[in-house]
């Protein structure tokens, strides 16, 4: 018999996870379990599948992993990481205001605020962006460039914030087709570990609306390093200076590029959704 595990889905603008104490529970195969619970209809519905764990490091003070809805393994997640920062600290992990997070993307600092022992909001600094990793992109990063997928071409910017980022920029990103494009950007041949895709558009009041075909998982409400990566890529092609609200399907982060350090910090809050109890077979709700 499977034993039962206990769950909290958490949401970050909308970019809903499961999480789940690795601490407490063995899950031998985290890809099945995320493909399994992601499912909208026969399972818990989320983006995927969230490990929080402990470690022996003496500079981290949890680790994370995260598992996308078809079961692929992502380096990094800024929603992600905001919600493992309300978890720990709301479930009494924790008593820090600042926490030390160890991701397969490295360390991340998350920096709580907190108001009558509720987290409100994290800041999460996402370090900085690298602009040509050849493993991720063949091409020129940080500068835009044209790929054609199904007789269209899009123009682009591809940054990574860990996870591999392409951000197009247009003039009305509400009424492009992510459902057809989104798949065949993901896949295409420039990117060899698959890549994100944000199409964006810069607003009459400076903020900038950006929908998200996220590797592994396809629309989500947000993504955290796809709004870092698409305030970077607004700076560098200079539709934004380095401060951003970048608005998302299920809502608004706030984005910084700091000159000082070169780091990107990410701001939002994150949401309990409900807590549960699952199997393989048979999720139920609490």
């Not at 903020?207 to 305030?231: F, L, M, P």
Request: net charge negative.
């Amino acid at each position: 018999m499977m034993p039962t595990i206990h769950f909290t889905k958490m949401h970050g603008a909308g970019n809903d996870y499961i999480y789940v104490d690795s601490s407490l529970y063995n899950i031998e195969d985290p890809a099945a379990a995320a493909i399994a619970w992601s499912d909208r209809h026969k399972g818990i519905g989320s983006d995927g599948l969230v490990l929080i764990g402990r470690t022996e490091r003496p500079d981290a003070d949890f680790t994370m992993r995260i598992f996308n809805a078809d079961g692929s393994e992502a380096r990094m997640c800024g929603n992600a990481s905001r919600c493992i920062g309300k978890y720990v600290f709301e479930k009494g992990l924790t008593r820090k205001t600042e926490i030390r997070l160890l991701t397969l993307s490295g360390l991340k600092l998350l920096k709580l605020e907190v108001n009558n022992g509720k987290v409100k909001s994290v800041t999460v600094d996402m370090g900085e962006p690298v602009l040509n990793r050849p493993e991720q992109f063949t091409g020129k990063g940080g500068a835009e460039v044209s790929l054609s997928v199904d007789g269209q071409t899009f123009h682009g910017v591809f940054v990574s914030m860990g996870n591999p980022h392409f951000v197009i920029f247009t003039s009305d990103a509400l009424h492009i087709d992510i459902h057809h494009f989104g798949p065949h950007l993901e896949h295409h041949p420039a990117f060899p570990e698959r890549c994100n895709i944000e199409f964006a558009q810069v607003l009459p009041d400076g903020s900038i609306r950006a929908r998200v075909w996220e590797r592994g998982s396809g629309i989500t409400q947000a993504c955290g390093t796809g709004a870092c990566a698409t305030a970077v890529a607004a700076a560098l092609t200079g539709l934004a200076s380095r401060e951003s609200r970048i608005q998302m399907d299920g809502g608004e982060l706030r984005i910084q590029w700091s000159e000082t350090d070169n780091h990107v910090y990410k701001n939002g809050s994150a949401e309990i959704v409900y807590e549960g109890e699952v199997t393989l077979g048979s999720p139920r709700q609490s």
